[in-house]
């Protein structure tokens, strides 16, 4: 048979492609050579090299008379794919897991609590425990269905111009009294009554009260020394940042760069969806969010940075 | 003589149903070990459980991990009852190793009706 005819459509196609007679190569397209980044004809060329070469090229082959035909077809799309699956596999099995967890917690501490054979001094505390637990799995299931929600691209923002000053104060007045269970100082040092941010309501309350909520918990952790959350403002010429400093249990090196990982979470009581869902919305909003820690023990600075509305 | 359970379970909530509950039973002891090293330690100290109850996800070591490990250990002969949340079947469970096992959530009675059949 002569190849020729082969050749002149084999050189129009977009995929690579190689022809082969026994090892050798017969004829190569531009796109086969630039996949493999060399000048093929006449070298001999095994299969295996076509294999490593590309790893998410699929080498198919079929023969012609004495000839055999490769095609490469590009399948990084389906390797994205089976990427994005076993997180969703991962995910799912994490949620559930995190779900039956709290369901046991629940069902064991009122199956005991109306068990009448068992004697405790402080039997409430049975059910005091399980209504925590109940509140926690109501929190999760709202950040599981939030995260999922946001992850399809189904949770639209509205955004509009918001004062950060009323809002702010709103969620600190909101904050003050776990704060002050939790034995931390709260801070907040003024904002200018006009500046405005560009973003939306609920989201831009959600992430603030996500590192709020954080920073309390995790500075109220701390064994001895000051408990101190300040918060504090810097604009600058497109917008404005906000830092909450706390002089919390800090965060070893290692782990910083997990944290906005679903189900990071480092404490007993989390379960490492807050902040995930913190930066997926401030980045729907166009702004930043960034976490710093010196170390175990030296407190930990979370970096906000939103547009500013124009005047 | 009491009978010893050890208890390897990193939610203190579950651990703390367990315990209430295993009052329930007469002659009983439980010992809590918060992770797979911890339990391997006291085991290595001599301590003689005639049941393991064993969470499978556990920090640092799985409680796959540790069943593995119980199985190899010489003159080591207490039943494990694997208790789990994981997204997982019970015949999976046993193929593991395990004598007996129980998805969460459960009852604190059916927990108990299992410990019965394994404490002679
Ligand atoms: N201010 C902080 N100080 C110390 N560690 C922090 C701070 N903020 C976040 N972290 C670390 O980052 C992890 C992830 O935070 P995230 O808010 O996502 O989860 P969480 O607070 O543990 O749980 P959730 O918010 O879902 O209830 C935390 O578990 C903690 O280890
Ligand atoms: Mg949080």
């Known amino acids: ?311 | 003589m009491k009978k010893l359970i050890l208890l390897v379970e990193d939610n203190p909530e579950h651990a703390e149903i367990v315990q209430i509950a295993l009052t329930k039973l007469a002659d009983v002891e439980i010992k809590w070990a918060k992770d797979a090293k911890e339990a391997l330690d006291l085991l290595k100290e001599g301590l003689k459980p005639q049941l393991i109850l064993l969470d499978y996800r556990l920090p640092g070591m799985s409680g796959k991990e540790l069943l593995e490990r119980l199985r190899e250990m010489e003159g080591m002969d207490a039943k494990v009852i694997v208790l789990t949340a994981e997204y997982i079947s019970k015949a999976e469970l046993m193929e593991d190793g395990c004598n007996n096992a129980l998805l969460k959530p459960f009852l604190p009675n059916e927990l108990i009706a299992k410990i019965k059949k394994y404490l002679r």
Not at chain 1, 218 to 243: C, H, L, P, Q, Y
Not at chain 1, 258 to 275: A, D, I, N, R
Request: hydrophobic fraction near 40%.
């Open chain 1, 1 to 311: 048979m002569d190849i020729g005819i082969f050749r002149e459509v084999i050189q129009k196609m977009e995929i690579p492609c190689l022809i082969l007679e026994g090892n050798v190569v017969r004829f190569a397209n531009s796109s086969a050579e630039d996949t493999l980044k060399r000048k093929l004809l006449g070298e001999c060329i095994e299969e295996e090299i076509l294999q490593s070469r590309a790893p998410f090229l699929e080498w198919r082959s079929f023969e012609v008379d004495r000839y055999r035909v490769y095609l490469g077809f590009d399948v990084s799309e389906v390797y994205r794919l089976k990427g994005e699956l076993e997180k969703r596999k991962e995910f799912f099995a994490t949620a559930t897991h995190e779900i039956r967890s709290a369901t046991n917690s629940i069902l064991g501490y009122l199956a005991l609590y109306v068990d009448g054979e068992i004697k405790l001094a402080h039997k409430e505390e049975l059910a005091e425990k399980a209504y925590s637990v109940a509140l926690k799995l109501s929190a999760l299931v709202n950040d599981l269905l939030d995260y999922v929600r946001i992850e399809e691209g189904l949770r639209e923002l509205k955004l509009e111009p918001l004062k950060v000053n009323t809002l702010l104060h709103a969620i600190v007045e909101d904050l003050k009294g776990y704060a002050f269970r939790k034995n931390v100082e709260l801070n907040v040092s003024s904002v200018a009554e006009h500046l405005r941010i560009i973003g939306d309501k609920k989201a831009f309350c959600r992430v603030m009260r996500n590192v709020l909520d954080n920073a309390i918990k995790f500075t109220s952790m701390k064994e001895k020394g000051e408990k101190r959350v300040t918060v504090s403002f810097a604009e600058d010429e497109k917008g404005m940042s906000i830092r909450v400093e706390d002089t919390g249990i800090g965060i070893e090196p290692e782990k910083l760069s997990h944290l906005f990982k679903v189900f990071s979470s480092y404490s007993p009581e989390g379960t490492g969806l807050g902040l995930v869902i913190s930066k997926k919305l401030v980045e729907l909003m166009q702004g930043k969010i960034s976490i710093h820690s010196a170390g175990p023990d030296q407190g930990t600075t979370v970096e906000l940075w939103f547009r500013r509305a124009e005047k």
